[in-house]
C-alpha cells in the first residue's frame, strides 16, 4: 500500500492561507485518484477535495469550495491542496488518500483502495 508523506499544515489566523502536500516516494501518483481528507477533534472524518488521475477532475466539498484547491504537480510526484481563507472550522487533522475512483465527499469516506490513513498534518486557525 501506498504510504503518503502530509506535510505544510500550521497554525495561522482567519482569513490566511496554507499549501499542504501530499507526497509518495515510490509509486507514480498520477495513476490514482487522490483526495485530501480532514478529521476534527470529536467528529468523523470527512471529504475535502478530490482529484482524479493525471488531474483530469476535481471536486471539492461544498463546504470548502471556491477556497480550497486541490492540484498534481507531476514532475514533483504530489498532490496539493491549496487553503484560502482559512476558517476556524477549517481546523483539524489534514490526510491525503488513493482511490480507484474519488469517493463522495458528503459521507464519512471508506478505506482508501491503495493506501492506509497516515500521520496527517495540523492545521489550527485561530487568533
Known amino acids: 500500500q501506498l504510504q503518503f508523506v502530509e506535510s505544510g499544515g500550521g497554525l495561522v489566523q482567519p482569513g490566511g492561507s496554507l499549501r499542504l502536500s501530499c507526497a509518495n516516494s515510490?509509486?507514480?501518483?498520477?495513476?490514482?485518484?487522490i483526495g485530501w481528507f480532514r478529521q476534527a477533534p470529536g467528529k468523523e472524518r470527512e471529504g475535502v477535495a478530490c482529484?482524479?488521475?493525471?488531474?483530469?477532475?476535481?471536486y471539492a466539498a461544498r463546504s470548502v469550495e471556491g477556497r480550497f484547491t486541490i492540484s498534481r504537480d507531476s514532475i514533483k510526484n504530489t498532490v496539493f491542496l491549496q487553503m484560502r481563507n482559512l476558517e476556524p472550522e477549517d481546523t483539524a487533522v489534514y490526510y491525503c488518500?488513493?482511490?480507484?475512483?474519488?469517493?463522495?465527499?458528503?459521507?464519512?469516506?471508506?478505506?482508501?483502495?491503495?493506501?492506509?490513513w497516515g500521520q496527517g498534518t495540523q492545521v489550527t486557525v485561530s487568533l
Open positions: 488518500a488513493a482511490y480507484k475512483v474519488c469517493p463522495d465527499l458528503w459521507i464519512v469516506p471508506p478505506p482508501p483502495d491503495f493506501s492506509s
Open positions: 515510490e509509486f507514480t501518483l498520477n495513476r490514482y485518484d
Open positions: 482529484t482524479t488521475t493525471n488531474g483530469v477532475d476535481t
